[in-house]
């Protein structure tokens, strides 16, 4: 059974920083794209960043680019988000997903997700 458990949330004010744990089990993990994604109320589900299974490429939303960093231990079959500069508008429910595809911002390329956890930026 996979499953893929998401860690780090938290309430945090604007400016700070936490960093997001996703631990995978049941799957490959070295043959999977890794992505995070998140969703505020009221909005769809938005892609934040992903980090290739070849080669460990990393691609990032405009809106994080330069305040994200996605990483990847493959032998600790987990994925981090470390995030920096926080603003309230980052606040969301943060998911880690598994895709078998090479990159990818769309939600049905990815077919295993995490529960997720939830992420408050305080102004």
């Known amino acids: 059974q996979v499953q893929l458990a998401e860690s780090g949330g938290g309430l945090v004010q604007a400016g700070g920083s936490l960093r997001l744990s996703c631990a995978a089990s049941?799957?490959?993990?070295?043959?999977?794209?890794m992505g995070w994604f998140r969703q505020a109320p009221g909005k769809e589900r938005e892609f934040v960043a992903d980090?290739?299974?070849?080669?460990?490429?990393?691609f990032y939303a405009d809106s994080v680019k330069g305040r994200f960093t996605i990483s990847r231990d493959n032998g600790k079959n987990t994925v981090y988000l470390q995030m920096n500069s926080l603003k309230p508008e980052d606040t969301a429910v943060y998911y880690c997903?598994?895709?078998?595809?090479?990159?990818?911002?769309?939600?049905?390329?990815?077919?295993?997700w995490g529960q997720g956890t939830q992420v408050t930026v305080s102004s």
């Open positions: 997903a598994a895709s078998p595809d090479a990159s990818s911002n769309d939600p049905r390329s990815y077919d295993y």
């Open positions: 049941g799957l490959t993990f070295s043959s999977r794209t």
């Open positions: 980090i290739t299974w070849r080669d460990s490429r990393t």
